[in-house]
């Protein structure tokens, strides 16, 4: 391979061959496959891959035991606690359509075009 990665813009050698790679957790619930969404199944996505990375050609019998293999990576996804904001002051957020703008000799309120009340 003659692709050294990184080390080929900074010149340094400790950033020879580091690769970044998406993780392969729960991949089975990620489909469809590729940036353009065009594979519908892991097998179809490792016979992509094989050819397009290594130039190979797998048979249906290594295609399946790569998908096992990805599949037996698939879990609980963890549980994740997501932040709340704090409640804004005053009820600002009570009537979308009002727009406070910065003080000039104090707050001012103004509504939007007619074509965007609701």
Known sequence: MNDTGRMSVTGKTGDKNPWRV?????????????????????????????????DKDLNDRKVADIAAFLDSLNGEFPVQTMPRLPVTPGGLLDEPWIFLMPPVDGPVVSRPPASLHP
């Not at 496959?33 to 891959?49: F, Q, R, S």
């Open 22 to 54: 998406p993780t392969l957790r729960n991949l089975a619930y990620t489909a469809p496959y590729m940036h353009t969404g065009t594979v519908k199944t892991l097998e179809d996505a490792v016979k992509v891959m094989a050819k397009t990375q290594l």
